[in-house]
């Protein structure tokens, strides 16, 4: 059974941060990169943060300077650390899974971030 499971969303004032965890099972996790994606009513879903198995980053230009990727393979965890919330960082977010070596992905059921003014 193949599983990502995204946890540590919540409500927080413009400025504050929060930590979002995703616990992975049911896959070989380190042939996977390591993905989180966000998605706000009426807009498509938009890709923020990657990590590969090394260690390598990349970040969408909206979060870039303010989220930060990790991973830790021993646990089979994916986080990620947002700081500067503002209002528009609403969203639900989703961690994903995609297989080095191809397109197959796992996707977790999303955790609600809401940011108020």
């Known amino acids: 059974q193949v599983e990502l499971v995204e946890s540590g969303g919540g409500l927080v004032h413009a400025g504050g941060s929060l930590t979002l965890s995703c616990a992975a099972s049911g896959f070989t996790f380190s042939m996977y990169r390591m993905r989180w994606y966000r998605q706000a009513p009426g807009e498509e879903r938009e890709l923020i943060a990657d990590i590969d198995n090394p260690g390598g980053t990349n970040y969408a230009d909206s979060v870039k300077g303010r989220f930060t990727i990790s991973r830790d393979n021993a646990k089979r965890m994916a986080y990620l650390q947002m700081n500067s919330l503002k209002p528009e960082d609403t969203a639900v977010y989703y961690c994903?899974?995609?297989?080095?070596?191809?397109?197959?992905?796992?996707w977790g059921q999303g955790t609600q971030v809401t940011v108020s003014s």
């Open positions: 994903n899974a995609r297989w080095r070596a191809g397109p197959r992905d796992y």
